[in-house]
């Protein structure tokens, strides 16, 4: 089973793509994972990358869509995937199909965790997240019991670098133009699932696996 996960920045994929991994043994791909690790490790494409992601700009797809191809096709004889972060663009979608095609596949559904912009920038400047073992916490919905101490493994959090007012606003901005319109796209194909994501994780996750029929 392939899905895309796709919604408003903050509006849960992260922690639903977890959930789908665990769940149902789905292999994850997450574009800003990806990118901020190469950024972290100051690759040729983390370089590259670097000024849009600190902007809260898309990165190219003339960046982006051969490494992406590169990483579906390394887990291909996977059970399939969840992708949290892609498309982003209704190239990226096209594109994607064309992935899957390749890989003899297709995409069997487009869920997309509904939160309205307030929600979301409110959930964004309270994410904080443990650079030790990725855990992430929310100060007003998911508070760590200890202060700013991850509670998986008593490190500092910290914020992400781009989750301050003025790169939230552009993200949010950069969502609304330019990737809302994919969600046209997959109605148009009867892939697309709305579900509300303004729920506990648990609820949302339940909502899932109901729209898969899991
Ligand atoms: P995220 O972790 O999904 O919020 O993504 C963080 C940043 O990575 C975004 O603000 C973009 O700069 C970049 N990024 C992630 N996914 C994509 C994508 N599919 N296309 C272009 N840029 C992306």
């Known amino acids: 089973m392939n899905v895309v996960l796709l919604g ?14 665990n769940r149902l043994g789905l292999r994850t791909i997450n574009t800003g994972d990806l990118l901020r690790e190469a950024m972290k490790k100051k690759t040729e494409l983390g370089k590259r990358t670097k000024e849009f992601m600190e902007k809260g700009d898309l990165v190219p797809d003339k960046i982006l869509l051969d490494f992406i ?4 096709k390394e887990q291909k004889r996977s059970s399939g995937f969840v992708l949290d972060g892609f498309p982003r663009t209704l190239k990226q979608a096209e594109d994607l199909d064309l992935i899957f095609q390749k890989l003899g ?7 997309k965790l509904d939160i309205s912009e307030k929600r ?4 964004l400047e309270g994410r904080l997240v443990c650079p030790f073992c990725g855990a992430f916490f929310n100060l007003e919905t998911n ?9 998986i493994c008593g490190n500092k959090l910290v914020r992400r670098f781009d989750d301050n007012k003025e790169t939230i606003a552009t993200r949010i901005q950069v969502y609304r133009e ?18 509300n994501g303004d729920a ?7 909502r899932i696996i109901s729209v898969l029929g899991k």
């Open 200 to 206: 506990e994780a648990d609820v949302v996750s339940r």
């Open 143 to 151: 508070p760590p019991k200890d202060d700013i101490l991850c509670d």
């Open 120 to 123: 979301a920038r409110k959930r």
């Open 69 to 72: 191809e590169e990483k579906i």
């Open 178 to 195: 330019k990737t809302k319109p994919v969600e046209n796209y997959y109605k148009k194909q009867g892939k697309l699932e709305i579900i």
């Open 8 to 21: 408003i920045p903050g509006s849960g994929k992260g922690t639903q793509a977890d959930f789908l991994k």
């Open 105 to 111: 596949t297709e995409l069997d559904c487009a869920i």
